[in-house]
């Protein structure tokens, strides 16, 4: 697990959002091909984020200056206007007065963190951002996951400019089952919690024109 320590304390992937992110990102970028599918398919039964099912990867490197002006020079990446500052201890002293000395550091070193990974794994970075922030997600600057309806966190459905203002988790989750069970044409599909999430006709029409209904069983003929 990814932390960051700063005077004495130890910031967690709990504590801290950028370090959430991070955390998830170095476990999908460290996993096998074996692994991410065991995840995918637990994500599929419990509706959670795959990364959570990913084992658990100590450091493999801590991050640098060449990090923080990687992130200087392309904030959208992390879903950031800009950078307001040169180094990480430079953005620590300008949040110190509102958050705290330690806290400042801690949330410093966090975003640290988060650029080494996206510098580190473009992709795997944008499959942690849908996961854990998506309102950060943006097409523009974000490696465009897969459009099959059964990937579920780590498809194209997740993102939230795919389809403004249908498509999200919940449209994605509710599509990866139907997928996974062949379900075609259904009008919604119900969590785990028992909460219905609905699959709009817009949805299904795109996903006919994008010629997927064979990802639903549906065999073109029949």
Known sequence: MLTVEFQGETGSPGMLPWLRVADACHRIRLASDTERRR???MSW???RQPSSYLPDREPDGIPSSEDWLWLRDRPRLLGIDRIPADSAAGLARMLAPSRGITRAGLD???LAAAAREARLDPV???LALLEWDPRRW????QATPGVEPALGWWGVWATPDWMPGLSGPGLALALADLARTGRYRCDHATGPDGRDHPVPPDVWDRIDGLGLAGSFGIVEGF
């Open 108 to 110: 410093a070193l966090a």
């Open 39 to 41: 995840a995918s398919e």
């Open 138 to 141: 943006s097409h523009d600057v």
């Open 45 to 47: 039964v419990e509706w």
């Open 124 to 126: 795997s970075w944008s």
